[in-house]
């Protein structure tokens, strides 16, 4: 018999199996603790409650326990009920499993792509969550629109409108769990049009590679030099995606005439172009170039992320969609396949209170000095070590002699330090000579660790 229990305001489920009623709940017990489905500590009904749900004898349940306390499977003290023993775990195999050893964990992690999560305005977010909540209706914790909240996508649409230049309104804007998952949304759309390549940079991440191509989409690489991306030579493709404001890894911003040349062939060709501003608001030499969205929003699809200016456990992302695909996007995405309801109206609140942005500036102050403090330390200690691409995001790439990649990395590793080899982000058929750099991500230690990771950085430079 099976039989879940809430009489006492404590849920338990079990099946009493064997003949009579008392030896049947004392073995299923039994049977639940010793596979560890209870675990230790946990409190069971009592024993009335127990019987009244049940449907049998108070005396047959406290039979029950008093033999499983006897057995040592349970505690029964006065005032604190019954409960799981501490020593009632699953007896241990006669030759258990050699278990894996597990990889040490890095003494400084420069690894890019995460903030310093330590920043995390932990504060201002919980008075926007309360804010937030207090004069939320109670619709807003139903299924709702399927491109987000209305809240969140008009905070967006003013937000992104301001600091980066994007052409839009709400009714455009579509909220995703995450960069990941609206790129996802974004190939299945295009296979479900017909779609069969889309263009990509020579260097990126392979995972977002990876997701075209488990879409069923072909990546065509395109040439890489010192003025970003070639877009002047596009292949046949459908679309392209883009890290226009600051190449990802490469730390390249795509030059003007570049810019010009994509969206006129998306014009020209009906393609898209799938705008990747993944750290777009952090720029440090200058004002940051705006949004290659704002030259043409009907051909440009902008997807943006919350991951690098907060957190990216948030889970919070959003595409501002050409008005011909929303309606498409929307129904790929399905209504039920979001983030939190509440994560999404902290975080509009967040946005029209001036947090978001209060925020942004202390962390860009922070990330500039922090790359100032490499780059000195790099002259200083590593002159033959050159820190490329333009002062912004959270990562440079530290440009090294010919041959000496995998040598640095197998030192850093001795070093206790996680860091990763450009080589890692090049496109299996890249249209470029392969270049020996490392890709530090100095966005990720906490203040106080900054200077002893780049200590360490520097004593594996050659």
């Not at 937000?159 to 052409?167: E, F, I, K, N, P």
């Not at 777009?280 to 051909?299: I, N, S």
Request: proline share 9%; charged share 25%.
């Amino acid at each position: 018999m099976a039989e879940t229990w809430a009489t006492s305001g404590l849920d338990l489920h079990v099946e009493t199996t064997g003949p009579g009623v008392r030896r049947g709940l004392t073995d299923a017990l039994r049977e639940a603790v010793r596979t560890g489905r209870l675990a230790p500590g946990t409190r069971l009904p009592s024993s009335r409650a127990l019987a009244a749900d049940l449907g049998i004898a108070r005396n047959t349940v406290a039979d029950a326990y008093a033999d499983l306390v006897a057995e040592g499977w349970l505690t029964a003290r006065q005032g604190s009920g019954t409960r799981v023993a501490d020593r009632a775990v699953p007896p241990t195999p006669r030759t258990p499993p050699r278990a894996p050893h597990p990889r040490p964990r890095p003494l400084h992690d420069l690894t890019p792509g995460t903030p310093e999560l330590a920043s995390f305005p932990r504060a201002e977010w919980l008075k926007a969550a309360r804010r937030a909540l207090a004069v939320a209706p109670h619709d807003v914790l139903g299924y709702g629109d399927p491109r987000g909240r209305p809240e969140l996508r008009a905070a967006l649409a003013g937000h992104l409108a301001r600091v980066r230049g994007v052409r839009t309104d709400p009714d455009c804007v579509v909220i995703c769990s995450g960069f990941a998952h609206g790129l996802r949304i974004l190939a299945q759309l295009l296979r479900a049009r017909g779609a069969a390549t889309v263009a990509v940079e020579s260097y990126g991440l392979p995972e977002h590679r990876a997701l075209l191509t488990e879409a069923g989409l072909e990546t065509c690489p395109l040439p890489l030099d010192d003025r970003g991306t070639d877009t002047t030579r596009m292949p046949d493709a459908a679309a392209v995606l883009l890290t226009p404001a600051h190449q990802f890894p490469t730390g390249l911003p795509l030059h003007p005439e570049r810019r010009a040349a994509v969206t006129d062939w998306a014009r020209r060709t009906g393609g898209l172009v799938l705008e990747d501003d993944y750290d777009g608001e952090f720029r440090y030499d200058r004002q940051p170039v705006g949004a290659l969205q704002g030259l043409d929003p009907d051909h440009v699809v902008y997807l943006g992320t919350a991951s690098k200016a907060l957190a990216p456990g948030l889970r919070l992302a959003w595409m501002v969609l050409p008005p011909s695909l929303v309606k498409e996007a929307a129904a790929v995405k399905g209504g039920h396949d979001t983030c939190g309801v509440l994560d999404q109206l902290t975080l509009a609140e967040f946005l029209t209170s001036g947090a978001y942005d209060r925020h942004v500036r202390a962390c860009r102050l922070r990330y500039r000095r922090r790359r100032d403090a490499l780059v000195a330390a790099l002259a200083d200690r590593a002159p033959g070590v050159e820190a490329t691409g333009i002062a912004a995001g959270l990562h440079a790439v530290l440009r090294l002699p010919p041959g000496t990649e995998q040598a640095v990395l197998r030192a850093a590793a001795r070093q206790g330090l996680s860091v990763c080899g450009l080589s890692r982000f090049r496109h299996e058929r890249a249209a470029v000579p392969p270049v020996d750099a490392l890709v530090v991500g100095y966005g990720t230690p906490p203040d106080h660790a900054w200077a002893a990771a780049l200590d360490a950085l520097c004593r594996v430079l050659p």
